[in-house]
């Protein structure tokens, strides 16, 4: 019997070549709107490295409203983080944090004083720069609920600005800016080289999935069709070792195979989690 009669698991090489070029194109497309803000985005050099904390700002009561302005200097924000001083005691209330372009709220956050011990530092990397619309960003804090002398203050320096930015304490303008970390990100054009490099990737798959067509037609050897039928004729086998293999690592597990599933899943939450909560030093 030739290879043109034979069939492949019951499906023929064109239907199978067909779903694998579909395949294909969906996970180029999938991966591309998944990893976009990582492939759009490249860290800047002209980031901001927080200056040594001269000063400490009057305390966070209810009624004192800290605003940092944050320039341009690349196409988007990518992490920002500034130096709470607690002065090692029990402080009360909530801190909050708001990140604005002009009266859009870009990100809040906010934060119990409890949790915050010695030089605290708030810090947050975004998962998708922000970019910014040609004017500064405003970080703006705030404190709710505080209690007289029972609440945190901000480290900054009162040497001269080194970002340009404004420091204003209850709209005051104060000389100085915060003990802060800024990092810039630019856009980059990978569009291009993306889709160039998956568009040959593609095309010599498309070929080598012709010429597969080709000897199928005229009875010609081929190792990838060869491949294809020895997998078809042993996909029982195959099946049987992958069911064995899972059985015998989940045997003792309540959710049995569902743990292959859950665990990264998990540790991808986690991990989203991690990078909005602030690390103290």
Known sequence: ??????SISGLSLKTKAAAVLLLYVFFVFLYFFIANPQLK???DASSIVRPAGTTVSPELASSVIAEQTIPPRADALQHVSILFATFDRENKGTIELRLLDGDKVLYQSSISMSDMKGNYEWSHQFLK???FSGDSFRLVISAVDAVENSTVSLLYTNQENPIEGELTLNG?????????NVSYANETAFYLPYFLCTGII???????ILRML???KFGKKCYGIIAMQAFARYSFLLKQLVSRDFKLKYRRSILGGLWSI?????????????????IPL
Request: charged share 15%; aromatic share 10%.
């Open 202 to 208: 593609g095309a010599f798959l498309l070929i080598y």
């Open 41 to 43: 985005y490249k860290t």
């Open 214 to 216: 080709y000897c199928e």
């Open 129 to 131: 720069p922000l970019d």
């Open 172 to 180: 005051e303008p104060v000389e100085g800016m915060l003990c802060m």
């Open 262 to 278: 859950l665990n990264p899943l998990l540790m991808m939450i986690v991990i989203i989690f991690s990078q909005k909560q602030p």
């Open 1 to 6: 019997m030739t290879m043109k009669n034979k």
